[in-house]
């Protein structure tokens, strides 16, 4: 199975911070990766898909980049309605796996 | 308007059984293959199974192969979850999911159904 990485586990930034999330997948995956975005008692929601293409509706102030087995999620400048917690997934293979997810808090 | 409404969770005593069930609307729902992924309380996310548009693939995540029997109906716009032997640590919201495209990734998720395993 191939395990997903995350780091850090939680972030503290203010309003208007630049803030990076890395994913690390413990084989390569190509391309083949999904970051979600999840506010308390909602379901995900998809935000990038195949590493770095913006889901429609998305913000453009959310990228993603990265190929292989390290992956990265940038939120250009975080908005208020941005604090929630992100979760990467590799759609690689077979048992599909997410990380354990980055807190995104108020600082 | 996509939506994907789940339905069936509820309090089960180990060993039981449960079937959830997400019905589909807002889009061709025969077009698109289907998901359940699972959160426990205060946990991540857990992919649980995967299903093609025909059935011709399916998937199972180790902790529930054996036991849990994923299933769809086109004409009724369904995916169902058949869950037998539960046990305690399947307690958790079970997310119906569409796949975005034969991508295995999931772009619209349903709301959620609790699961709770307990005696």
């Known amino acids: 199975d191939i395990q997903m990485t995350q780091s850090p586990s939680s972030v503290s930034a203010s309003v208007g911070d630049r803030v990076t999330i890395t994913c690390r997948a413990s084989q390569g995956i190509s391309g083949w990766l999904a970051w979600y975005q999840q506010k308390p008692g909602k379901a995900p929601k998809l935000l990038i898909y195949a590493a770095s293409s913006l889901q429609s509706g998305v913000p453009s102030r959310f990228s993603g980049s990265g190929s292989g087995t390290d992956f990265t999620l940038t939120i250009s400048s975080l908005q208020p309605e941005d604090f929630a917690t992100y979760y990467c997934q590799q759609a690689n293979s077979f048992p599909l796996t997410f990380g354990g997810g980055t807190k995104v808090e108020i600082k | 308007e996509v939506q994907l409404v789940e339905s069936g969770g509820g309090l089960v005593k180990p060993g039981g059984s449960l079937r959830l069930s997400c019905a589909a609307s807002g889009f061709t729902f025969s077009s698109y293959d289907f998901n359940w992924v699972r959160q426990a309380p205060g946990k991540g996310l857990e992919w649980v199974s995967s299903?093609?548009?025909?059935?011709?693939?399916?998937y199972y995540a180790d902790s529930v192969k054996g036991r849990f029997t994923i299933s769809r109906d086109n004409a009724k716009n369904s995916l169902y979850l058949q869950m037998n032997n539960l046990r305690a640590e399947d307690t958790a919201v079970y997310y119906c999911?569409?796949?975005?495209?034969?991508?295995?990734?999931?772009?619209?998720w349903g709301q959620g159904t609790l699961v709770t395993v307990s005696s």
């Open positions: 999911a569409r796949d975005r495209s034969s991508a295995w990734d999931f772009d619209y």
């Open positions: 299903i093609s548009t025909t059935t011709n693939y399916i």
